[in-house]
């Protein structure tokens, strides 16, 4: 993950500047989406590589096991490596069996700046 000093204002043009190659925004590239993943998701070490592939991505958020044996997570970046996570996310680890992903996409809000396991 790129750290940069919010106040300076040569690092923001070197940002921006980096950025600037397409057409669109940076903001206007970033999604949310939240991810219910069914089946063999849970004793596999589903969330450890998930927080793996998700840093690994650059995006945000968190996953976390839900009592009813199914994994749920919300995803938030640039709309590529979303994808890319989202993506991972229909095969899982090597022990996983991901019967279904429901995706439902929202507002990027960038409460986090990482990617966590929660224990909720």
Known sequence: MTEYIINSTI???????KRSNNST?????????????RGKVQGVYFRFN????????????????LPDGNVEALVEGNKEDVN???????MGPENARVDDVELEY????????????RYD
């Open 11 to 17: 690092q923001k043009n070197i940002v921006s500047s």
């Open 25 to 37: 925004s940076s903001d206007e590239r970033k999604i949310s989406v939240r991810l219910l993943i």
């Open 50 to 65: 998930m927080q793996e592939v998700a840093k690994k991505s650059g995006v945000i958020g968190w996953v976390r096991n």
């Open 84 to 90: 890319e996570v989202v993506e991972w996310s229909k």
């Open 106 to 117: 929202g507002q990027y809000l960038g409460n986090s700046d990482e990617f966590i396991i």
